[in-house]
Nanobody, 120 residues
């Protein structure tokens, strides 16, 4: 089970850090991903990190502004978001899967969304 938190309202240029807490003992064996979904749009890939954090993959739209990390002792995934833009406004979801992929179909465990709103 995954529980995302940390969303909120922030001005453009600001920062937020999202967390995703995982229950169970197998967090460290999963590739973890972040996705987002804006109103009226499809869910889109933000980034993903392999179990040992050896590989991290970002969408072009967030590269250089967002950083994914994980703490396998705390069973927690993070998304540090800097230089936020109004177009980053969306519900953000964490997900667990077995391969490093930007496809939603590659992830079989999903958390509930946490809402991020960036004002201009």
């Amino acid at each position: 089970q995954l529980q995302a938190s940390g969303g909120g309202l922030v001005q453009a240029g600001g920062s937020l850090r999202l967390s995703c807490a995982a229950s169970g003992r197998t967090f460290s064996s999963y590739t973890m991903g972040w996705f987002r979904q804006a109103p009226g749009k499809e869910r889109e890939f933000v980034g993903a990190i392999t179990p040992g954090a050896g590989s991290i993959y970002y969408a072009d739209s967030v590269k250089g502004r967002f950083t994914i990390s994980r703490d396998n002792v705390k069973n927690t995934l993070y998304l540090q978001m800097n230089s936020l833009k109004p177009e980053d406004t969306a519900d953000y979801y964490c997900a667990a899967g077995r391969i490093l992929s930007k496809a939603t179909s590659s992830y079989n465990v999903w958390g509930q969304g946490t809402e991020v709103t960036v004002s201009s």
